[in-house]
């Protein structure tokens, strides 16, 4: 059984900077495709950012481009999601996925594993 388990969350001022790390265990994910997705109360959860198995390809939602950065570390098993100018509206609880590509994870939200989220706050 795969378990993904997120850290780093906590809260944060404005304009400051979080990792959060995802470390999977139970089998090795260098096939999968990886990504971080948040939600907040009362509303959907949405895409962040995915990063294929080579790592070559990366993507981002519109809104956190060029302020967050997704990279992997296949010999750990691990993936991170650095955040960078963090914003109260990145306030969320984020999730962490694995799924066989990244559009699916992206368009679809299609994950084979999902963690149990870390809560981000970011005050004003």
């Known amino acids: 059984q795969v378990q993904l388990v997120e850290s780093g969350g906590g809260v944060v001022q404005a304009g400051d900077s979080l990792r959060l790390t995802c470390t999977a265990s139970?089998?090795?994910?260098?096939?999968?495709?990886m990504g971080w997705f948040r939600q907040t109360p009362g509303k959907e959860r949405e895409f962040v950012a995915a990063?294929?198995?080579?790592?070559?390809?990366?993507y981002y939602a519109d809104s956190v481009k060029g302020r967050f950065t997704i990279s992997r570390d296949s010999a750990k098993n691990t993936a991170y999601l650095e955040m960078n100018s963090l914003k109260p509206e990145d306030t969320a609880v984020y999730f962490c996925?694995?799924?066989?590509?990244?559009?699916?994870?992206?368009?679809?939200?299609?994950?084979?594993?999902w963690g149990q989220g870390t809560q981000v706050t970011v005050s004003s």
């Open positions: 990063i294929t198995w080579s790592t070559i390809g990366t």
């Open positions: 996925a694995a799924g066989a590509n990244t559009q699916a994870l992206r368009t679809a939200q299609k994950a084979a594993y």
């Open positions: 139970g089998r090795p994910l260098t096939s999968f495709a």
